[in-house]
Structure formats: structure tokens, C-alpha cells
């Protein structure tokens, strides 16, 4: 699966945004959103299953942000709401195995596309 995520910008705190994840053969790949801020480490952000059926959020991000996807246009969306200055990071999405129950290691996940900066002030 080749991905490419993209719609990440500068934003003030409490606004919202929306990330894009192009992906070319997604159909019946589980899919997620992972972040790294300078200096730390990769975050799980959010995974959807490969029929939409079930999604799983980091602690973090819950209650604020909402995975979707919609595979006739081979694309898979984070929509972002009540940003946070700490949300400031490079946001990558990732493709796990066909059928695979998705969850928040990246061991899972097997493709990876470039990132897009999201960066939050307040």
C-alpha cells in the first residue's frame, strides 16, 4: 500500500483540522494515524479496521479526534477538533495486513507514508 498523508497546517488552540491519508490498494487493509513531536517518540494516534467496523484512539487524542475512511476514494481521514499545543507534531499514516486486527504497535503496520506537520499555537 502506498500512502501519502496530507491537510496539516499551522492552527491556533481549540481550532480543528483535517488530515487526508491518500493510499493506493487500501481495500481490506486495516489503517492508522501515528505522531512524533521533536524529540519524542512515535505516538499511536488512531486505527480503523479494514471494514470500518471498529476504531481504537490513544488516550491522548480520545473524545477529540475521529478516524475515518472511505475506500472508493481511497482515502482515509483524521478529523481533529479542540487542537492542543501539544498536539504540534508530524502526523504519519501507516497500512497493517490484509484482514489484520489493527491496534496501536507499530510492529503492525508494514507501510508507512511521508508525513504532514500539524503544529498547534496557543
Known amino acids: 500500500v502506498q500512502l501519502q498523508a496530507s491537510g496539516g497546517g499551522l492552527v491556533k488552540a481549540g481550532d480543528s483540522l483535517r488530515l487526508s491519508c491518500a493510499a493506493s490498494?487500501?481495500?481490506?487493509?486495516?489503517l492508522a494515524w501515528y505522531r512524533q513531536a521533536p524529540e519524542k517518540e512515535r505516538e499511536f494516534v488512531a486505527a480503523i479496521n479494514w471494514n470500518s467496523f471498529s476504531t481504537d484512539y490513544g488516550d491522548s487524542v480520545k473524545g477529540r479526534f475521529t478516524v475515518s475512511r472511505d475506500d472508493a476514494k481511497n482515502t482515509m481521514y483524521l478529523q481533529m477538533n479542540s487542537l492542543r499545543p501539544d498536539d504540534t507534531a508530524v502526523y504519519y499514516c501507516?497500512?497493517?495486513?490484509?484482514?489484520?486486527?489493527?491496534?496501536?504497535?507499530?510492529?503492525?503496520?508494514?507501510?508507512w507514508g511521508q508525513g504532514t506537520q500539524v503544529t498547534v499555537s496557543s
Open positions: 490498494g487500501l481495500t481490506n487493509h486495516p
Open positions: 501507516a497500512a497493517g495486513p490484509k484482514y489484520g486486527v489493527p491496534g496501536s504497535s507499530e510492529d503492525f503496520y508494514h507501510d
